[in-house]
């Protein structure tokens, strides 16, 4: 194929001919391949849908509120995510704690409303936990005692065994001691909010995973991280401006229709009004829509796809007329109130309190009435905090992801595919793909990685010294 010339940003011909790479889908994923592959000499087009880049960490406008479409955090031990804010510049604009300390607010005790905390100590592994778990208040002192022992043998697991995949994590735990009181109040509280999934649900390889590099692998491996301006700023704005930076040409509004291979070698894809011609093709879009632009023959049983499932987030978004909360955020226990965040000052709202609540695992939640949801936790909320039980609700709203996260259910393993195709010169990233991980930011910066590894080797183009390196990881 001859290069063509590039049309400007936003300009399109009939017929576009360039070597490089397209890359569809503009999330995190999609971005991440995006900047590898331009930093690595090749000439890339971006391809999102949407209006804007960020994929499902994004922010919209309410009034005067910029709003989060769901509130999320990273840990330390996230390091492709990491590198991904070093890369658009965006690192300080979403710090780590100093150390891991999570306020966690019990309603279910018969003495009322209880606080405790899990925080970290600066001793090694396992000991830099073992003064919050001893004086937790939340599990008699007989259940904190078989933590320990559970942990121990957590981290004795082999994430290389595939057994561990077909097991649930709930039946594990329960077979190491673990009663439903420690489950709920210590393995849910964190695996619901990184699994998106209950203990019973989820994949016993997933959960160890998220255990053992977020809790038993390093003493500082789950510092807690997130966006102290909306996600936006981040995702899209930055992105863009580091895409641009790159020589990335991005086009938004721009919904790929068909990807097919040439006779010549190469592929050709289409949008309304252009078909671009390319060396590779980057699909980083969810697996549904993976499956639809997929070519016959790319992957040995593409309808195993289709089987990966998802699970939706629910957001609860509550702006008072005072402040209510004097903490960044907070977990709860013995309520439909999962976490709790404060996004006042990264919404731009000028006076009174906005909070955010994170529910997680939402299935009996996702399709609620809005007035049905404000009668569910705004009485929850003010047993909760009780500041909140004089103020004035002045905005009150629900974002609802009903296709959040796949689904971490025993067996999902054998269903994500990796970033190699059978088809030459087409590649898949997404949250979704085998990364080890669980469909958070750091498995679509991980993917995304991947993908371009994959497409550079194939395009005999240098790795970048810049981008993550996989052994860097906790």
């Known amino acids: 194929m001859s290069d063509g010339a590039r049309p400007a940003p936003g300009q399109r011909t009939p017929e576009s001919a360039a070597r490089g790479a397209v890359v569809i889908g503009g999330g995190l994923a999609g971005i991440t391949a995006a900047l590898a592959l331009a930093d690595a000499g090749v000439r890339v087009t971006l391809l999102e849908g949407r209006p804007r880049l960020g994929g499902l960490a994004f922010s919209f406008q309410r009034g005067e509120l910029t709003v989060d479409n769901g509130q999320h955090v990273y840990l330390r031990c996230c390091t492709a995510y990491r590198w991904f804010l070093d890369r658009i510049e965006g690192a300080a604009l979403a710090p780590l704690q100093d150390r891991l300390d999570v306020p966690v607010v019990d309603l279910a005790k018969p003495e009322g409303r209880r606080l405790g905390r899990l925080r970290r100590d600066p001793l090694p592994v396992p000991l830099h936990l073992g003064r919050s778990l001893a004086a937790y208040p939340h599990l008699s002192l007989a259940e904190r005692a078989s933590v320990g022992r559970a942990a121990l043998a957590l981290k004795g697991l082999d994430l290389a065994d595939p057994t561990l995949d077909t097991q649930d994590f709930g039946s594990w735990l329960a077979a190491h001691g673990q009663s439903a009181r420690a489950i709920e109040a ?55 401006r580091a895409l641009d930076s790159a020589g990335v040409r991005t086009e938004v509004r721009s919904r790929v229709t068909s990807v097919s291979a040439m006779e010549n070698g190469g592929w050709c894809v289409e949008v309304p009004g252009e078909r671009i011609k390319t060396d590779a093709v980057v699909l980083a879009v969810p697996q549904r829509e993976a499956y639809e632009l997929l070519p016959p023959g790319a992957l040995d049983a593409p309808e195993r796809l289709l089987e990966i499932g998802t699970a939706p987030i629910l957001n609860v978004h509550v702006v008072y007329d005072r402040k209510v909360l004097a903490r960044p955020f907070f977990a709860a226990l013995g309520t439909p109130v999962q976490w709790v965040f404060d996004r006042t000052h990264a919404s731009g709202l000028r006076s009174g309190q906005y909070l955010a609540l994170s529910q997680s695992a939402a299935q009996d939640d996702i399709d609620l009435p809005v007035a049905e949801l404000r009668a569910r936790y705004v009485p929850e909320l003010e047993k909760l905090l009780p500041g909140t039980r004089g103020a004035v609700i002045e905005d009150f709203f629900v974002t609802r992801e009903r296709t959040a996260t796949f689904a971490p259910t025993p067996g999902v393993g054998r269903l994500r595919p990796g970033a190699r195709t059978k088809a030459s010169g087409l590649y898949l990233a997404g949250a979704w793909t085998a990364t080890g991980w669980p469909a958070t930011m750091e498995s679509a910066v991980r993917s995304g990685v991947s993908a371009a590894d994959a497409a550079l080797r194939a395009l005999g183009r240098p790795r970048p010294s810049r981008l993550f390196a996989f052994e860097e990881a906790a």
Do not use: C, Q
């Open 186 to 240: 210590l393995w849910d509280l964190v695996g619901v909010a990184t699994l998106n999934a209950v203990a019973g649900d989820s994949s016993l390889g997933l959960a160890a995973m998220v255990f053992k590099t977020g809790l038993l692998s390093d003493p500082g491996a789950a510092d807690i991280g997130w966006a102290h301006v909306p996600l936006g700023e981040l995702h899209d704005r930055l992105a863009r």
